[in-house]
């Protein structure tokens, strides 16, 4: 486990800077770019690849991101990917470049392939197909007649975070969680609500008023754990569909004077390298963004040297991570 001050020298700022961000204090005012070296830091050290000394390869990549600077510093999941993606590449002696969305079809003559990390709109989609250059797709794949991909098992993940809670007591679970949006705009339910609510109405404990919807940003954990703490019915436990909205989760627990996990007990979802900062440290479940970042990496390798026709679809495990932020439910 990498120490503020090795994130801070990596990152070049203060140690107090270090611990307002990974906290996400909206009262320090420091730029985009220096919160993002904070967090690359910070993903840098939280795993380590052997260097290897390689030679300077034939190919060329582009990456190909689906959201914002603003949206990467939010939800540092992406960040941790494309950290690893990167930390790949330069392994590897493969030269790549950052694809502008606003660019034009020039970018085609430049690239062997294409790494395409996000969830994607179809005029995206086919503009990557119209550069006609092999592509791996990083936690989406939409169409996996024409791409490779590395995903998620979200329905796994998720059970294995509610077996937890269930086992240590539990029976009145909250989650709270975002919107999807797939290629084509249209909205839908997050997978991780779906396998929730599923599985709560096999055990006959679902409480549909304590699912609570907005966006995936500490605003959003905050208000509306405080208003689902406001109702008749109160939770013991809530799932979180990633770790940025537990932070809000937290802030609001403490206005209200609520311990975690003494009262209420708190369980994440990423495993964001700011999870084992938090106070209490979060459970949560942790995905293997270096692994996700590697293995797409070597898809698309193989692809461009195997000239392979064929796609591959690779679904890469989680593992609940056990620290303080859950226990078991007082008794009354």
Same mark, same amino acid.
């Not at 290629?183 to 396998?195: A, H, P, S």
């Given at each position: 486990?990498?120490?503020?001050?090795?994130?801070?020298?990596?990152?070049?700022?203060?140690?107090?800077?270090?611990?307002?961000?990974? /906290?996400?204090? $909206?009262?320090? +005012?420091?730029?985009?770019?220096?919160?993002?070296?904070?967090?690359?830091?910070?993903? $840098?050290?939280?795993? %380590?690849?052997?260097?290897?000394?390689?030679?300077?390869?034939?190919?060329?990549?582009?990456?190909?991101?689906?959201?914002?600077?603003?949206?990467?510093?939010?939800?540092?999941?992406?960040?941790?990917?494309?950290?690893?993606? =990167?930390?790949?590449?330069?392994?590897?002696?493969?030269?790549?470049?950052?694809?502008?969305?606003?660019?034009?079809?020039?970018?085609?003559?430049?690239?062997?392939? #294409?790494?395409?990390?996000?969830?994607?709109?179809?005029?995206?989609?086919?503009?990557?197909?119209?550069?006609?250059? @092999?592509?791996?797709?990083?936690?989406?794949? !939409?169409?996996?007649?024409?791409?490779?991909? %590395?995903?998620?098992?979200?329905?796994?993940?998720?059970?294995?975070?509610?077996?937890?809670?269930?086992?240590?007591?539990?029976?009145?679970?909250?989650?709270?969680?975002?919107?999807?949006?797939?290629?084509?705009?249209?909205?839908?339910?997050?997978?991780? *609500?779906?396998?929730?609510?599923?599985?709560?109405? *096999? &055990?006959?404990?679902?409480?549909?008023?304590?699912?609570?919807?907005?966006?995936?940003? @500490?605003?959003?954990?905050?208000?509306?754990?405080?208003?689902?703490?406001?109702?008749? *019915?109160?939770?013991?436990?809530?799932?979180?569909? /990633?770790?940025?909205?537990?932070?809000?989760?937290?802030?609001?627990?403490? =206005?209200?004077? #609520?311990?975690?996990?003494?009262?209420?007990?708190?369980?994440?979802? +990423?495993?964001?390298?700011?999870?084992?900062?938090?106070?209490?440290?979060?459970?949560?479940?942790?995905?293997?963004? =270096?692994?996700?970042? $590697?293995?797409?990496?070597?898809?698309?390798?193989?692809?461009?040297?195997? &000239?392979?026709?064929?796609?591959?679809?690779?679904?890469? +495990?989680?593992?609940?991570?056990?620290?303080?932020?859950?226990?078991? !439910?007082?008794?009354?």
């Amino acid at each position: 486990m990498a120490t503020i001050k090795e994130i801070a020298t990596l990152a070049n700022v203060s140690i107090t800077t270090v611990s307002r961000v990974l /906290n996400y204090d $909206e009262t320090l +005012n420091v730029s985009p770019e220096t919160r993002k070296r904070v967090f690359e830091a910070a993903e $840098e050290l939280s795993y %380590v690849i052997t260097p290897k000394k390689k030679a300077k390869s034939k190919w060329t990549i582009g990456l190909y991101d689906s959201f914002s600077l603003e949206e990467e510093l939010v939800d540092t999941y992406y960040l941790s990917i494309r950290v690893a993606l =990167e930390k790949k590449l330069k392994l590897k002696g493969i030269d790549f470049y950052r694809i502008d969305k606003g660019g034009n079809a020039e970018y085609s003559k430049k690239i062997d392939g #294409i790494l395409c990390l996000g969830t994607f709109k179809s005029k995206d989609i086919e503009r990557i197909k119209h550069f006609d250059k @092999p592509c791996v797709f990083i936690d989406s794949n !939409p169409d996996d007649r024409y791409f490779d991909s %590395v995903i998620i098992d979200f329905p796994s993940a998720t059970k294995n975070a509610l077996n937890y809670l269930t086992e240590l007591g539990h029976k009145s679970i909250g989650f709270i969680g975002g919107v999807e949006t797939d290629m084509y705009g249209n909205r839908f339910k997050d997978l991780r *609500q779906d396998v929730f609510e599923n599985y709560l109405k *096999q &055990k006959n404990i679902f409480k549909e008023e304590l699912v609570k919807i907005g966006g995936y940003d @500490p605003k959003d954990g905050y208000n509306l754990l405080k208003e689902m703490l406001s109702g008749q *019915q109160k939770p013991t436990a809530i799932f979180v569909a /990633n770790d940025t909205i537990a932070v809000g989760c937290y802030k609001a627990a403490y =206005e209200l004077g #609520i311990k975690v996990p003494e009262e209420l007990s708190i369980v994440g979802f +990423n495993d964001v390298a700011t999870a084992q900062y938090m106070v209490p440290p979060l459970t949560t479940v942790k995905l293997y963004t =270096e692994i996700m970042g $590697e293995t797409a990496v070597d898809l698309l390798v193989e692809k461009l040297s195997s &000239k392979r026709e064929v796609s591959k679809k690779i679904t890469i +495990n989680t593992k609940l991570i056990i620290r303080e932020s859950a226990a078991a !439910p007082r008794k009354k």
